[in-house]
């Protein structure tokens, strides 16, 4: 087919040319003396895009769901008590990680559509007058609902009830696309993949520690082996890896990092959000509802879309790619079938979105929905105009 495929799954997302570019390059001797600078500079860079200066940053050859273990593995003893929030699919597969790690996994269960109940996570660490529970894991962008949750009321909530667990954050699909505030929300442990915000393949994991969290890591009793970070942390010359980096990631990373500096952190949030709305305006206009069931948790990189029932999701999908060449997110696990995924995060603008959704409205009416044609469309420019004006 010509003309290339239209990405708008929630990740891996599409590559910059600048990222293209960097990475299109013979390997190299990863242990050359000039080597280390390109890692320090990554490192250097990192935690901004977490919002944070007083973190340190470190990379794993990993997926997300590897730092989901990193994070873990290096701070709490084993069995130790976690408590997570389960309101989408990326939550339950981590509390599910951390269970099969052995660790006692406390759940709260939240219909899927809502976002973290902080509140809830209170009084569980109210009533834990013992201070058993040793972190909280918090997934900030849950990626299979499309949901947004408030990560300072988590803290909040958490420092009411003077309890001293770890805050851990997975920000798979929000890091460099929403706001971030790592040293203001207090997060211990801030985890992100590279194939999402980040605009590169994936294969690389980052994790962003709070001081807190770095003076866990050498006494942590938990055997670990590939990600251990003490060999990381404890390296004479930063930037230095145990094991073979993935070279052209870093490549990549260096210039994704210069481009995101290049737009500017408000600038990014706020493509971001205006891409959201628009998005949100063709769903309205569908006469479709969101999975988001609290409009100010709304995601602005990702939008889950319900479909009535009777109606199938995977056939709107499968009209998209296989007619117009357009990639949407699958509804996963529970909501498999009933619900289609729209990402918009990472390297995007106003005119490839439009191009998405008139896609997705198409399909929508070769999947029998009552869809009036070009509706999404309109509702989606007013949308952009208005934001741009
Ligand atoms: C994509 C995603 C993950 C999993 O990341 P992988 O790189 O696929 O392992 C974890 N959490 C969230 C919120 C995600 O969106």
Known sequence: MAGRNHLFIPGPTNLPDAVLNAMHRNMEDHRSPDFPALVQGILADLPGVFGSTAGTAVLFPASGSGIWEAALVNTLAPGARVLVARKGQFSVLWADAAQRLGY?????????????????????????????????????NETATGVTSDIGAVRRAMDAARHPALLMVD???????????????????????????????????????????????????????????????GATTPGFSPYTPAISLLHGMRAALDLLKAEGTAATIARHARLGAA?????????????????????????????????????????????YNLSLGAGLARLAGRAFRIGHLGDLNDLALLAAIAGTEMALRDAGLAVTAGSGVAAAEESIRAALA
């Open 104 to 140: 006692r996994v406390d759940t709260i269960d939240v219909e899927w559509g809502m976002p973290t109940p902080a509140d809830q996570i209170g009084e569980a660490l109210v009533r834990d007058v013992a201070h058993e529970i040793a972190a909280v894991l918090v997934v900030h």
């Open 279 to 323: 998005t949100r305006a063709a769903v309205a206009a569908w006469g479709l509802s969101l999975c988001c069931r609290v409009p100010t948790a709304v995601s602005n990189t990702v939008t889950t879309v319900m479909v009535p029932d009777g109606a199938d999701a995977r056939a709107v999908i499968d009209f998209a790619y296989r007619r």
């Open 171 to 233: 920000g798979v699909s929000s890091v460099g696309s929403l706001e971030c505030r790592m040293d203001a929300w207090g997060v211990d442990a801030f985890v992100t993949g590279s194939q999402k915000g980040l605009m590169l393949p994936p294969g690389l994991g980052v994790l962003c520690l709070s001081p807190k969290a770095v003076a866990r890591v050498a006494a942590c009793p938990t055997p670990r082996a590939y990600f251990d970070l003490r060999p990381v942390l």
